[in-house]
């Protein structure tokens, strides 16, 4: 490997919002990466930060070039530059899109369990969730689109908010999904949000369909949302597109960008994105390789060590999805459990609803060594807990 994922770096002094956690816990828990990011990406922010001001910027041509290149190159999707607008971040594309979309007390779907921030955006902006639960089905996840349909056509639904692939449990879904999923949502005329960024993050081999990519209908009724800031670890930056092929809807959401204020850049933002997309995609794929080294690893420790969990199949991210029904415990109480005996953190599947009471969420984009310390927390955990159970029933 030219790049190194092994090193450890501290975080905490600057400020990450992961590690604000007590002296000696492990948070594998919010979904950044504890990587640095590519040279090209440092050399670039160094190049801007070497200039010393720091004042407004706009978005240069060859910030949509580097998004139509990498769509064309990466994901056979071909973009026009006019369907595509920066934005601050993609969950205030999201918001933003709810606050234009529909209208106060409207019906937003979401398939569950998902990224727990959809239902803030939908909630906080005085709109319902509609949730249309996901079938689990021998550890895989399928949309039962008899339910989908019927949430979808409450003339109260305006909006369907999407994750493709689909955070947290790591599912890319299949053209004929996502056909299925625009053919429905046209016929009940339900916009389509896709978010779509962790679409750089499918395992070696694997890959993902853009939903605006399927057919025309998916393609003029979608809003989709790109990110560098997943696979590049670019969280902090605040950059993302929306790419909308749509006139009208483009105009619309637009619109609600700029009213919104979350339409122009920071002084890094347009730099750092040119850089992942134009000259990082080696360095990609060499982190999706070490990644995906650390899920199997994670999937084989936990297999032959801590039988009582079971990681699900994750074609994409580098979150895992492990089932703790075998405990008899949900998995908040076994979360916390886990953090007060051995000071690791997972995310409560809990926050993602669905089924998420009896899962909890992994972040696995940690150095070797530390994702090795996390699976003897969590041994020594799930082994007191059971210790305790045991002599609990006894
Ligand atoms: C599905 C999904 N959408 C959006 C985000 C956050 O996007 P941003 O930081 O651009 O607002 C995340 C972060 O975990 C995510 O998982």
Not at 18 to 28: A, F, H, I, T, Y
Not at 53 to 79: C, L, Q, S
Not at 148 to 165: S, V
Not at 199 to 216: K, N, Q, R, T
Request: with cysteine.
């Amino acid at each position: 490997m030219l790049n190194d994922f092994d090193t450890i770096i501290e975080r905490r002094s600057t400020y990450a919002s992961k590690w604000q956690v007590n002296e000696g816990e492990l948070p594998l828990s919010i979904a950044d990466m504890d990587f640095k990011c590519s040279k090209k990406i440092r050399d670039a922010i160094q190049r801007r930060l070497d200039n010393g001001i720091f004042g407004y910027t706009d978005v240069p041509d060859a910030w949509y070039e580097a998004y139509m290149y990498w769509w064309e190159k990466r994901h056979n999707f071909k973009i026009a530059k006019d369907w595509l607008m920066f934005c601050t971040g993609v969950v205030p594309a999201i918001s933003s899109t709810v606050r234009k979309i529909t209208t106060p007390a409207e019906k937003v779907v979401v398939l569950t369990p998902v990224y727990n921030i959809f239902f803030n955006s939908i909630y906080n902006n005085g709109r319902y969730i509609n949730e249309c639960k996901l079938k689990e089905i021998d550890g895989r996840y399928e949309i039962d689109f008899i339910d989908l349909e019927e949430k979808l056509k409450d003339p109260q639904t305006t909006l369907l908010i999407f994750c493709n692939p689909h955070n947290p449990i790591g599912k890319i879904y299949t053209k004929e999904e996502l056909a299925k999923v625009g053919e429905l949502c046209a016929k009940h005329h339900v916009t389509v949000l896709s978010d779509e960024i962790h679409c750089d993050l499918v395992d070696p081999g694997e890959h993902y369909i853009p939903f605006a990519s399927v057919d025309d209908t998916c393609k003029y009724n979608s809003i989709t949302c790109v990110a560098p800031s997943k696979a590049f670890n670019l969280a902090g930056l605040q950059s993302s597109a929306i790419i909308i092929p749509n006139k009208d809807l483009y105009h619309k959401i637009n619109r609600a960008i700029n009213t919104d204020e979350i339409a122009e850049p920071n002084a890094f933002a347009i730099d750092a994105t040119i850089a992942a997309f134009k000259e990082s995609e080696g360095w990609l794929d060499e982190l999706r390789a070490y990644v995906y080294e650390n899920k199997c690893y994670i999937r084989d420790y936990i297999a032959h060590n801590i039988p009582e969990l079971k990681v699900l199949d994750s074609k994409a991210t580098y979150l895992l999805w492990i089932d703790t029904r075998a405990l008899g415990h949900d998995a908040g109480y076994i979360s916390e459990y886990i953090r007060k005996t051995s000071g690791l953190i997972l995310s409560d599947g809990d926050h993602y609803r669905g089924n998420g009471y009896d899962y909890l969420r992994m972040n696995t984009a940690y150095p070797k060594k530390i994702i090795a310390e996390a699976m003897t927390r969590l041994k020594k955990s799930i082994e007191t807990l059971k210790e305790e159970d045991h002599e609990k029933n006894n």
